[in-house]
Every structure is written in C-alpha cells, then in structure tokens.
C-alpha cells in the first residue's frame, strides 16, 4: 500500500529558531516528492522535488530528497510567527497521476 | 493565484440533503483533482480527470458521490442524501505541463453536514 509519513505529528518553538520537517515515502513508481504550507485554508505549494540531493531553497525555507532513503527534509531557518502553519508533503506517481499525501506537521512558532 | 477557484466557500447543509461543488480551472489545466481533507488528515484523493474523462476514481467515492467534468473545462462534484460524515473540505487541484507538473489548489469548499 502507497504511504507517506510525516514526523514529527507537531512541533512548537521559539522564534528565531531552526527546524527539520520530515517526510518519508513508500510508493511504487515514484515520480516526484512536494511540500506544501496549510494555514487553515487549502495548501499552498512550497516545493516540487524530482531529483536526489538537489536542494530547493526559496528564502528561509529550503528542502532536499534522497531517493535512497525514500525521504525528504523541509528545513526553516530564523523562523517567524507567520511560519505557523500546518507542512504538507506528498509524493507523486507515474501511475494514474496520483498524489499520495501524508497527514502533516502541524508548527507552532511562539514569540 | 493558482487559477483555480472553488464554489462556494462555504456551505452547510441539513443531512439527507444533496450538495453541488464547482471548480473552475484556467483553461490550460488538463488535469484536475478532486480531494477530501478533514481535520487532522491529509488531503485523500478522491477522483481525477485527463480533460473531460474520469480516469480514476477513489474507493472513498461512494455510489451517493459524482463528478463530471463537462467539455474538460470545469468540474462539479456532488454528494448526494449528504451523512454527518461528509463534513470536510473539498479541495479541488490541477496539474498541467506548463507548471511544470506541480499541484496547485484551489481555495477549497468546506462543507458542513448538520
């Protein structure tokens, strides 16, 4: 059976700090791993990774896949208030063009 | 913007009662996604079409639920003598070459079964 899982379940820190977002998958037919950012709304799409140890960065937030280790890591630097939210990741397929997503890291970043 | 809007945003229904969602993708958008997400969980996939053919469709997706996606423009999903289970969000998603392959969501539609 196709899954994704997301550790840690939530996480709570103080701003400014650092934190890793976990993401490991087992999926037959692997096509690409994306991350995604949820604040109460529908998600939000962060990054789309296809290839192994080529990091995606867009500011404070970057990521990076290991094909090997069937996972990926989303990391926050410096992080702020507006950080809090619910991180999504899923991994795609090439049959059927499917999007298996996990159930998300919920972060809570305090002042 | 991600090109794709969802109505209504909101809709709350009395059980037994049937309800209609619409997702209207830019028109590039040959590939949409039907997604149900309650709280705590992950999006589950629940249908998907290539232009207007239905190409896979969830176990989830009981005989009470249809999507049609007429001339592969926009899509309606439809839930029918609605459940107190049903209450969710329904995210609608599409995915085209020309973003690359990324999913991108619409707003969403969260739907309230009393």
């Known amino acids: 059976e196709d899954k994704v899982v997301q550790s840690p379940l939530s996480l709570v820190v103080h701003e400014g700090d650092t934190v890793t977002l976990n993401c490991s998958y087992e999926?037959?037919?692997?096509?690409?791993l994306l991350w995604y950012k949820q604040e109460k709304k529908a998600p939000t799409f962060l990054f789309m990774l296809t290839s192994s140890g080529i990091e995606k960065k867009s500011g404070r937030l970057s990521s990076i896949l290991d094909k090997k280790e069937l996972s990926s890591i989303l990391n926050i630097t410096a992080t702020q208030t507006g950080d809090s939210a619910i991180y999504l990741c899923?991994?795609?397929?090439?049959?059927?063009?499917?999007?298996?997503f996990g159930t998300g890291t919920s972060l809570t970043v305090i002042p | 913007d991600t090109g794709v809007s969802q109505d209504p945003r909101h809709k709350i229904t009395k059980r037994g009662q049937n309800v209609t969602f619409r997702c209207d993708p830019i028109?590039?958008?040959?590939?949409l996604y039907w997604y149900r997400q309650t709280l705590g969980q992950g999006p589950e996939f629940l249908t998907y079409?290539?232009?207007?053919?239905?190409?896979?469709k969830s176990r989830l997706l009981s005989d009470r639920f249809s999507a049609e996606r007429p001339k592969g423009s926009f899509s309606t999903l439809e839930i029918q003598r609605t459940e107190q289970g049903d209450s969710a969000m329904y995210l609608c998603a599409t995915l085209t070459r020309a973003t690359n392959e990324k999913l991108f969501f619409g707003s969403g539609t969260q739907l309230s079964v009393l």
């Open positions: 028109s590039e958008h040959n590939r």
């Open positions: 999926v037959t037919n692997f096509r690409s």
């Open positions: 079409f290539q232009n207007e053919a239905q190409l896979e």
């Open positions: 899923a991994a795609g397929v090439h049959t059927g063009n499917q999007f298996y």
